[in-house]
Structure formats: structure tokens, C-alpha cells
């Protein structure tokens, strides 16, 4: 019933968004647009509930209700054990690709030392905190300033 009400909702809203920009034209017509889009909207809300309510019912009249026996079928675990994921030649695609990296990873090991983590002097100063420099400026106006 969720379902179709988010559906029938989902097509509504742009129904709603048509009728206000066609409604202008009422004020040729002398009539009160406002007045003439709330009963247009009433109107197609309810055709919406109405469409709803038929759906929900055509659904529940075609559900079919199964004995236990027919849902613990349907639950049971199917048994994998003698499935293979993996084709014959993944094994050797994969051993000649991980010695290729190992060459290309032992080459740039070599020529690249280790990034070290960032460690910082002292305590992080704030944006508006005193800048350290001693100026009695904030830090953002002083040495924190965006160039």
C-alpha cells in the first residue's frame, strides 16, 4: 500500500505544479485562480486516493497465501560447497601480475623513502585566539591571514 501511494504521490506532485501554471489563464475567464486551484488540486488529490485504493485492492485480490511448508522451502539454505567462483587460469593470471608488482614495488621502495606523519611544535593555535607572535592580534588578522 506504501508503495503505490509513493507512486501515485510521485506522479501528483508534477500534476500539482501543471495545474498552477495553467491556472493564469482562469483570470481571463473572471474566476478567482486561487479559489479555482484549491478545487482542481481537492479534485485530483481525490482521483489519486481513489487510483490508490483500486490498485491496493486489484493486488490484494491476486495475492496468493502459502502453507509453512511452502515458505520453510523457500528459507532453507541452498548448499555451496562445491561451487568455484575463480576460472581455471585465475590462479596463473593473478601469480604472474603479483610478481609484477613485487618488481615494480621493490624498485620504487628502493628510490622512495617513507613518508613521515606530520607532528606539530607546541600547541594549535585557534583562528581567534592571540597570535603567538605577540602583536595582540587575532591570529586570523596576523600570521593565520589568507594571502
Known amino acids: 500500500m506504501l508503495q503505490m501511494l509513493v507512486q501515485h504521490w510521485h506522479e501528483h506532485l508534477p500534476s500539482l505544479d501543471h495545474l498552477r501554471q495553467c491556472i493564469r ?8 485562480p486561487k479559489q479555482e486551484y484549491k478545487r482542481e488540486a481537492f479534485e485530483l488529490f481525490s ?10 485492492t486489484r493486488i490484494l485480490m491476486t495475492v496468493q497465501i502459502r502453507g509453512e511448508q511452502d515458505v520453510a522451502a523457500v528459507e532453507e539454505p541452498v548448499d555451496l560447497r562445491n561451487v568455484s567462483y575463480q576460472h581455471a587460469e585465475y590462479d596463473a593470471a593473478m ?15 628502493a628510490t ?14 585557534g583562528r581567534n585566539d592571540p597570535c603567538p607572535c605577540g ?9 593565520g591571514r589568507l594571502a
Open 112 to 125: 622512495a623513502p617513507k613518508a613521515q606523519p606530520f607532528v606539530r611544535q607546541g600547541e594549535k593555535v
Open 95 to 109: 601469480a604472474s601480475e603479483e610478481t609484477e608488482q613485487a618488481d615494480e614495488g621493490e624498485a620504487a621502495v
Open 135 to 143: 602583536s595582540g592580534k587575532k591570529y586570523k588578522q596576523c600570521h
Open 47 to 56: 482521483l489519486m486516493l481513489d487510483a490508490v485504493r483500486n490498485e491496493v
Open 25 to 32: 489563464l482562469l483570470c481571463y475567464a473572471q474566476k478567482n
